[in-house]
Every structure is written in structure tokens, then in C-alpha cells.
């Protein structure tokens, strides 16, 4: 596919949703964010290998792997969304050709934009943001609130909407290749990496490591949150706990044995982002519903 061609369907892409879209410029303090779990694997490779020798941050119709349901190929849901949201521009694209996610840390949070979808997070440069569309809420509820870099009116719909705190993010799309080298400010890790093989494979990125505090929950603090997920979740996050907590590592070490449903894991992840982190308790709805959206998935290489 020629680069023209790919660069008019950005283009396209990113007028349509400018024609849905309202309100003023975006404030240009403002950074999207790309949170994932750098603990997993894609394929055969551990996620920051592959992207390492990469240099690119893939979307799932690339890899075909993420933390949800993988719905990214034509006819899927995924190739559904895009196809109402961007208006068609990449219904007869490449895989390579679409849109990468993240979110827009409205918030200005240590954990990010969309911790739903991983411990630690990718920060991009103020440039991306101008190639970027965006919606709220989650593109799988079929949105109809939209937002460009210079009409953008979807923070306060944002912070008033009601949603579980897992929910709130604004979703962003970035329209053209995601460069490590070029895109990326820094990755930001959970403190449960430092000295570990991740904070290894992080250091030899094209990209500055950062940290946050992390996500931390003991199991007496999960205990009191059944009805979040399910008591099957809490039980199994309990089995998991090591010296009574959970942390991002501890999920990723179990992942990789290869002996629990990743689909359970996520539900016990879930738990850990909504409950142990003041940021997210902070920003908690109080009487919120439990979330009524099915699951985005965000590529592990990586959505």
C-alpha cells in the first residue's frame, strides 16, 4: 500500500470525526496515554522484545492478540466501530494501515488514561495528540460524542457521566505509524517491576522508563468488593496473593504459568486497578453502575 494512499485515509479518517466533533481546542498540556501490561507476551516474544526489535507500538488487527475479546478483522466488531466511527476511510485498509488506541489522561494521572487496560503505560508526545481522534465513552458502546485536537468538548461529559471509574477514560485513536523513537515521551512502569526482567527489557527501549507509585491491594481490601466482578474472582485473587496482596507482578507471574483462564485473570486485574489505587478510588463515581460495556481490547504489542 502506498504511503499516499495511507496518508488519505488518515486524512479522511480524521475529517470525518473533525465534522462530528465540537467546542473548543484541546488544552495542549494534555497527553494521550497507551496503557498495557508489559509483563505479557505476543506470540512467542515478550511484549517489550518484540517491541524493541519493532520499534513500533502495533494495533490489534496487526497481532491479533489483547487483553479482551479479539474481534479485529473484517466483518468483527472492531472492523464494525471503526468502519461508523472513522466513516469508512479504513474498511479496505491494511491491518498496518489502522488506527492504534489509547486514552487522553484527562486527568493528568500517574497510572494514566485507561488503567483498565494495563498496569503501566506508554506517554506520548504532544504531536500525536494532533493526529488523533477522539470519543466518549468506549467506541463498543457505539458513542455519538467525538473529539479532534481542535474541537473538543468530551472532558466534561467525561467527569460528569456517571461510569465506573474502569469506564470514564476518553478513548483516543492514533491515526499513522506509532514510533517508539519518535512518539513515545516515556513508559511509565508499576513500582512492582523495578529490578525485574520488564525494567531490563523497558531500558533498552529508544524511550525514558518512569515510574508510578503502582497498584497495591491486600486481600482484605479485595474481600470487601464481591459483587465487583464476582466472589469466584476474589477467591482466586486471594489464592494468588502473596503475604495477603496483590500487585501487577504477582498477575503477570500467574499468567505466564499458563494455569488460569486469562479471561479470569483480567476480571482479578480489574479488581486490583478499580480498588487498589488511590487514583482510582479518587476518581470513583459513588452508586456507579458496574460496567455495562463489553471489553476493549488493547493490543499486547502491542488496540
Given at each position: 500500500?502506498?504511503?499516499d494512499?495511507?496518508?488519505?485515509?488518515?486524512?479522511?479518517?480524521?475529517?470525518?470525526?473533525?465534522?462530528?466533533?465540537?467546542g473548543?481546542p484541546?488544552?495542549?498540556?494534555?497527553?494521550?496515554?497507551?496503557?498495557?501490561?508489559?509483563?505479557r507476551?505476543?506470540g512467542?516474544?515478550?511484549?517489550l522484545?518484540?517491541?524493541?526489535?519493532?520499534?513500533?507500538y502495533?494495533?490489534?488487527?496487526v497481532?491479533?492478540?489483547?487483553n479482551?475479546g479479539?474481534?479485529?478483522?473484517?466483518?468483527?466488531?472492531?472492523w464494525r466501530?471503526?468502519?461508523r466511527?472513522?466513516?469508512?476511510?479504513?474498511?479496505?485498509?491494511t491491518?498496518?494501515?489502522?488506527?492504534?488506541?489509547?486514552?487522553?489522561?484527562?486527568?493528568?494521572?500517574?497510572?494514566?488514561?485507561?488503567?483498565?487496560?494495563?498496569?503501566?503505560?506508554?506517554r506520548?508526545?504532544?504531536?500525536a495528540v494532533?493526529?488523533?481522534?477522539?470519543?466518549?465513552?468506549?467506541s463498543?458502546?457505539?458513542?455519538?460524542?467525538?473529539?479532534?485536537a481542535?474541537r473538543f468538548?468530551l472532558?466534561?461529559?467525561?467527569?460528569?457521566?456517571?461510569l465506573?471509574?474502569l469506564?470514564?477514560?476518553?478513548?483516543?485513536?492514533?491515526?499513522?505509524?506509532?514510533r517508539?523513537?519518535?512518539?513515545?515521551?516515556?513508559?511509565v512502569?508499576?513500582?512492582?517491576?523495578?529490578?525485574?526482567?520488564?525494567?531490563?527489557?523497558?531500558r533498552?527501549?529508544?524511550?525514558p522508563?518512569?515510574?508510578?507509585?503502582?497498584?497495591?491491594?491486600?486481600?482484605a481490601e479485595?474481600?470487601r468488593h464481591?459483587?465487583?466482578?464476582?466472589?469466584?474472582?476474589?477467591?482466586?485473587?486471594?489464592?494468588?496473593?502473596?503475604?495477603g496482596?496483590?500487585?501487577?507482578?504477582?498477575?503477570?507471574?500467574?499468567?505466564r504459568?499458563?494455569?488460569?483462564?486469562?479471561?479470569?485473570?483480567?476480571?482479578?486485574?480489574?479488581?486490583?486497578a478499580?480498588?487498589?489505587?488511590p487514583?482510582?478510588?479518587?476518581?470513583?463515581?459513588?452508586?456507579?453502575?458496574?460496567?455495562?460495556?463489553?471489553?476493549?481490547?488493547?493490543p499486547?504489542?502491542?488496540?
Amino acid at each position: 500500500m502506498s504511503a499516499d494512499m495511507s496518508r488519505s485515509r488518515r486524512e479522511a479518517a480524521l475529517s470525518h470525526v473533525a465534522a462530528l466533533s465540537s467546542g473548543g481546542p484541546l488544552d495542549s498540556r494534555l497527553r494521550l496515554t497507551i496503557n498495557f501490561h508489559p509483563d505479557r507476551t505476543a506470540g512467542d516474544r515478550p511484549v517489550l522484545r518484540q517491541m524493541a526489535e519493532d520499534g513500533l507500538y502495533y494495533s490489534q488487527f496487526v497481532t491479533g492478540t489483547g487483553n479482551g475479546g479479539l474481534t479485529a478483522y473484517p466483518g468483527g466488531d472492531r472492523w464494525r466501530w471503526e468502519s461508523r466511527i472513522f466513516g469508512g476511510a479504513y474498511d479496505d485498509a491494511t491491518a498496518s494501515e489502522r488506527p492504534v488506541y489509547g486514552a487522553l489522561n484527562h486527568r493528568d494521572e500517574p497510572i494514566g488514561g485507561a488503567p483498565r487496560f494495563g498496569s503501566s503505560h506508554f506517554r506520548l508526545t504532544a504531536d500525536a495528540v494532533a493526529r488523533a481522534t477522539f470519543c466518549y465513552p468506549d467506541s463498543c458502546t457505539e458513542p455519538s460524542d467525538f473529539g479532534v485536537a481542535t474541537r473538543f468538548a468530551l472532558i466534561e461529559p467525561a467527569r460528569t457521566g456517571g461510569l465506573d471509574a474502569l469506564d470514564g477514560h476518553i478513548e483516543a485513536h492514533i491515526h499513522g505509524p506509532v514510533r517508539l523513537d519518535r512518539d513515545m515521551e516515556a513508559l511509565v512502569l508499576d513500582a512492582s517491576f523495578r529490578g525485574t526482567a520488564v525494567e531490563a527489557a523497558a531500558r533498552r527501549l529508544p524511550c525514558p522508563v518512569e515510574w508510578h507509585p503502582g497498584f497495591r491491594l491486600t486481600v482484605a481490601e479485595l474481600r470487601r468488593h464481591p459483587e465487583y466482578r464476582g466472589q469466584e474472582y476474589v477467591e482466586l485473587g486471594a489464592g494468588l496473593a502473596v503475604d495477603g496482596r496483590l500487585d501487577p507482578r504477582i498477575i503477570g507471574a500467574a499468567a505466564r504459568t499458563g494455569r488460569h483462564d486469562p479471561q479470569a485473570l483480567k476480571k482479578v486485574w480489574h479488581c486490583l486497578a478499580r480498588f487498589g489505587s488511590p487514583a482510582m478510588r479518587a476518581t470513583a463515581h459513588p452508586g456507579a453502575a458496574p460496567p455495562a460495556v463489553p471489553e476493549r481490547p488493547v493490543p499486547t504489542a502491542p488496540h
